[in-house]
């Protein structure tokens, strides 16, 4: 079951919390239309008996009330993105906006409906029947007359109508970012042309014995919640085993700071789907804001859904180069593969074997009608996922295993039977059990016979996006997404005080498995192992993450869009 708290400020969730003036504002202004338009259709309490408004004024009338509640949802939507989604962007936004709902929690559904949706509703009702009593008060003291004396009704209507769209799209802007939406739908970028390095194009060499790849995203997994001392921001370290192999050299974290830390988030890069081709490809997840069906590129370049032809086809990732050279790749995890495009990533780029919520009831891992959280816990899939690495390695092909969990998703995560309740907060407890879970899995890779050749790289998706769990967090923190990598045949040149992002862990990865990378370079992501400068180590981190919010066209007509094929330099 899913463990999120229906506040009441859950229900009236439409209420604002940001730009109260403005919002507010739109509230007053239009609630006097309101009166007025209840006044003018409830005939029977016309002052002069021969004032009858004509047909196409009640159709203009309802066309108002259209609006107001258009205007509404644009708002009461807009702030509950915001606020329901700490740190969401306008890419998301969009992107998600494009998406079917297969694989959606329920959850986010139902919040979505108990907040904006019904908020629209109950603010109409709660006008009207103000308005409604206004109107019948106003009989008796023989007062507005003003409407009726309006000589052009149609014309007032029709502005009035386009003035209140306007005014909910503006404020509904205003609550996602001006500067967000400017550089989303307006302004261009050069930065492919200038700085994305097509992998297709590079010469990869790995080494005769090839390394096998355990790759684990962590939903929403941050450098943050280790403790202060050792460079996180909370006062007690939820993330004791990943640390503890960290300070005790088992394991490499590259930092943006001398101690524990992480990479620096991308906006375009924010939710899970954009984290994973960050880290798989190099590349952003965007939509295309100029194909049509009456262009070239067509319906497609909004589309990376189940039914969409191709994700990303101008994309080249590391399953595609790993199995050119005969690796096997599988993704595994608890949730519906087609949410989000996931499962046409990873079939088209990289013939993927995918084992997800399905599969397990499929292969009867859990009982048919078993659902919790997102399909299944991280408890479980773990404990699958050390019977299909088994199998997997037996073949003696080498393998890339790659997993996602699930249960530190936001708002305050899964919390099953077993997670200890050591805090007071429900997603520390979740965050400090995944870490402890997650301390066991690898603990029984390390007893493996496969092991000894085998590369583990754990990383955060992006960061998490929970309504409340970082408001002690200092605002001068920088939060940073987590890594690790165990078991590296190489050490890095300087782990500590880089400049980098989920890019970077595309070609960083592939070092990891004993791979030379011709110019360290492979998409916008550099090779973390070396001494050469990342693009926001090189540009500016602000400017670079700017950069990638912006329109290129490059991205539209090169990645976007199916190109006669590359062949790359693998060998």
Not at 132 to 145: E, G, M
């Amino acid at each position: 079951m899913n463990n999120s708290k229906l506040t009441f400020g859950d229900v009236i969730g439409f209420v604002p919390s940001q730009n109260i003036e403005l919002t507010y504002f739109i509230f007053i202004i239009v609630t006097g239309v309101i009166y007025l338009l209840v006044y003018l259709l409830h005939n029977q309490f016309e002052i002069i008996d021969n004032f009858r408004l004509k047909i196409s004024e009640k159709i203009l009338c309802s066309v108002l009330v259209i609006c107001y509640g258009l205007a509404l949802l644009l708002i009461y939507s807009a702030n509950w993105a915001m606020n329901h989604f700490k740190g969401i962007a306008i890419d998301q936004i969009i992107y998600t906006l494009t998406q079917p709902l297969d694989g959606t929690d329920s959850s986010q559904i139902d919040s979505f409906i108990f907040g904006p949706v019904i908020g629209v509703f109950v603010t109409l009702f709660i006008t009207t029947a103000l308005v409604y009593s206004l109107v019948r008060v106003s009989k008796s003291i023989n007062r507005f007359l003003i409407f009726r004396k309006i000589r052009y009704r149609k014309l007032f209507l029709t502005i009035l109508s386009s003035v209140l769209l306007i005014a909910g799209f503006l404020i509904s802007v205003n609550e996602i970012g001006y500067a967000e939406v400017k550089a989303y739908f307006f302004e261009k970028t050069k930065i492919y042309e200038t700085n994305y390095v097509n992998p297709k194009q590079v010469k990869v060499t790995f080494p005769e014995q090839k390394r096998n790849l355990i790759y684990i995203f962590l939903e929403s997994m941050e450098s943050t919640y280790v403790s202060k001392e050792l460079g996180g921001a909370e006062k007690q370290n939820l993330l004791p085993n990943f640390s503890q192999m960290i300070e005790n050299n088992q394991a490499i974290n590259f930092s943006n700071t001398d101690k524990i830390g992480g990479a620096l988030p991308i906006t375009t890069t924010s939710f899970t789907v954009g984290g994973m081709v960050a880290q798989t490809a190099g590349l952003p997840v965007k939509v295309s804001l100029g194909a049509d069906s009456q262009t070239e590129l067509g319906n497609e370049a909004n589309n990376y859904g189940s039914e969409a032809s191709s994700f990303l086809p101008g994309a080249y990732s590391i399953g595609e180069i790993l199995a050119k050279e005969g690796y096997t790749n599988t993704l595994m995890l608890g949730s519906d593969v087609n949410f989000s495009g996931r499962a046409k990533y990873f079939t088209e780029h990289g013939n993927y074997r995918l084992l997800d919520y399905n599969t397990a009831k499929q292969q009867q891992w859990i009982p048919d009608d078993y659902y919790v959280w997102w399909g299944y816990e991280d408890e479980k899939l773990l404990e699958n996922a050390k019977n299909v690495l088994t199998e997997t390695a037996s073949t003696g092909q080498p393998f890339n295993f790659t997993m996602l969990t699930a249960d530190t998703h936001f708002e305050d995560g899964y919390m099953s039977a077993d997670t200890p309740r050591l805090f007071k907060d429900q997603y520390a407890n979740v965050i400090h059990f995944s870490d402890q879970m997650l301390a066991e899995f690898i603990a029984w890779i390390q007893q493996q016979p496969f092991y000894e050749n085998t590369t583990i790289v754990i990383s955060g998706d992006h960061l998490s996006m929970d309504q409340d769990f970082f408001d002690n967090v200092p605002s001068n923190y920088q939060r940073t997404i987590f890594n690790t990598i165990i078991n590296s045949p190489i050490q890095p040149v300087n782990s500590k005080n880089r400049k980098f992002t989920t890019f970077d862990m595309y070609p960083t990865t592939l070092a990891a498995l004993g791979a030379t990378i011709e110019g360290n370079q492979l998409g916008f992501g550099v090779n973390l192992f070396s001494d050469q400068q990342t693009l926001p180590e090189k540009l500016g981190y602000k400017y670079f993450n700017q950069e990638m919010s912006k329109r290129s066209k490059y991205y539209d007509e090169k990645l976007l869009k199916k190109q006669e094929a590359l062949s790359s330099s693998t060998k």
